[in-house]
T-cell receptor, first 114, second 110 residues
Framework: NAGVTQTPKFRILKIGQSMTLQCTQD?????MYWYRQDPGMGLKLIYY???????DKGEVPNGYNVSRSTTEDFPLRLELAAPSQTSVYFC?????????????FGPGTRLTVL | TQLLEQSPQFLSIQEGENLTVYCNSS?????LQWYRQEPGEGPVLLVT?????EVKKLKRLTFQFGDARKDSSLHITAAQPGDTGLYLC??????????FGTGTRLTIIP
């Protein structure tokens, strides 16, 4: 199993450009999450999904959009990139009711907006 | 917004020493997790604690959940260079969403 995969690993955007960060999991998890991690900080929840067709805002959703058309995929869209969106983005998945409620994380996408 | 504060923010100690890091909140958790994150990677779960007063051991790591379920600690005995990393606590408040703490960056000097 590959677990949670994210692409790209690195990306540099100019202000105002748009891009989609891809996330795929092969564990058949219903729950998926997008976090951002700023230097030296913990993770902040951007959006999450409890199943295909269902998404909800997290703590810092402004400037982002998501969709969940399949169980496996949970892409994150940045429409008008701003320097404040420079960060490392992590996708995670989990299975509701699983004993220890573990979230499995991808390796991250490092995004710089100049 | 529930806040989880971790202390210390940075800790650098010699190999073989003991250390404790803390995670505190003014809110009651339904469960609390500790993750370790290494550079360039995503966090990896170490433990989940659910019951107030619960103590769990993972080799040289001891995790304790406060009686009131508002705080937690991680104690490492005889630290080794492989323990180096960013330690994150994460609290659940009744649903599947987690709120992450600010993190403790631990460096073990050989």
């Amino acid at each position: 199993n590959a677990g949670v995969t994210q692409t790209p690993k690195f990306r540099i955007l100019k202000i105002g450009q748009s891009m989609t960060l891809q996330c795929t999991q092969d564990m058949n998890h219903n729950y998926m999450y997008w976090y951002r991690q700023d230097p030296g900080m913990g993770l902040k929840l951007i959006y999450y999904s409890v199943g295909a067709g269902i998404t909800d805002k997290g703590e810092v959703p402004n400037g982002y959009n998501v969709s969940r058309s399949t169980t496996e995929d949970f892409p994150l869209r940045l429409e008008l990139a701003a320097p404040s969106q420079t960060s490392v983005y992590f996708c995670a998945s989990s299975s509701p009711g699983q004993g220890d409620r573990e979230q499995f994380f991808g390796p991250g996408t490092r995004l710089t907006v100049l | 917004t529930q806040l989880l504060e971790q202390s210390p923010q940075f800790l650098s100690i010699q190999e073989g020493e003991n250390l404790t890091v803390y995670c505190n909140s003014s809110s009651v958790f339904s469960s609390l997790q500790w993750y370790r994150q290494e550079p360039g990677e995503g966090p990896v779960l170490l433990v989940t604690v659910v019951t107030g007063g619960e103590v769990k051991k993972l080799k040289r790591l001891t995790f304790q959940f406060g009686d009131a379920r508002k705080d937690s600690s991680l104690h490492i005995t005889a630290a080794q260079p492989g323990d180096t990393g960013l330690y994150l606590c994460a609290g659940a408040f009744g649903n599947e969403k987690l709120t992450f703490g600010t993190g403790t960056r631990l460096t073990i000097i050989p």
